[in-house]
């Protein structure tokens, strides 16, 4: 007999349990891998340094978990436009431009065990939920919001770091 997936992490087609612990795991072995010389060289895709590039990964990427809870919960998104994005990446660069790498993997483990209890804990068929995203594009489910933002963006922040610093 077949059984349902409980959460979020064990949901089947996104996969963003797994998706999520893979990209972690790289984003933190990237930051402590991350040469002296490499932690502060800019991005090309952000034009921010390498090492803030993985903070901000933490900072605003992990807590589209707080947007994801709102939809389900039914109240409004605090992160809406493209503007609302734009003005905290400008807000986090600012405020974390001089962090260290010990900062950083203290923050995203922290970060990542919130996302790790998030994704345990809500139900899978969270993901099916919709809501009207305007950076999004329009009608959205809360799966392909997490799938964007949580792993595929991250993802590209990731490789955008990695490229800068020189780490492969």
């Not at 990731?158 to 490229?163: I, V």
Request: aromatic share 6%; with cysteine; charged share 25%.
């Amino acid at each position: 007999m077949q059984t349902s997936p409980s959460s979020v992490a064990e949901a089947p087609g996104l996969y963003i349990g797994p998706r999520f612990e893979a990209l972690h795991a790289e984003l933190l072995r990237f930051v402590r891998d991350c040469p002296a010389e490499g932690w502060r060289a800019p991005t090309a895709d952000e034009g921010w340094g390498a090492g803030v590039t993985a903070h901000h990964v933490g900072a605003i990427h992990y807590p589209v978990i707080d947007q994801a809870q709102a939809i389900l919960d039914g109240r409004p998104l605090t992160v809406a436009t493209r503007a609302d994005i734009d003005r905290l990446n400008d807000e986090h660069i600012r405020e974390q431009a001089d962090c260290t790498p010990g900062d950083t993997i203290r923050f995203l483990a922290l970060e990542g065990e919130r996302v790790r209890t998030w994704l345990a804990t809500t139900p899978a068929d969270a993901l099916e939920r919709t809501a009207d995203i305007p950076f999004m594009g329009g009608p959205t489910t809360v799966g392909r919001l997490l799938e964007v933002v949580l792993i595929d963006l991250a993802e590209g922040h990731l490789r955008s770091a990695r490229a800068a610093a020189g780490v492969s």
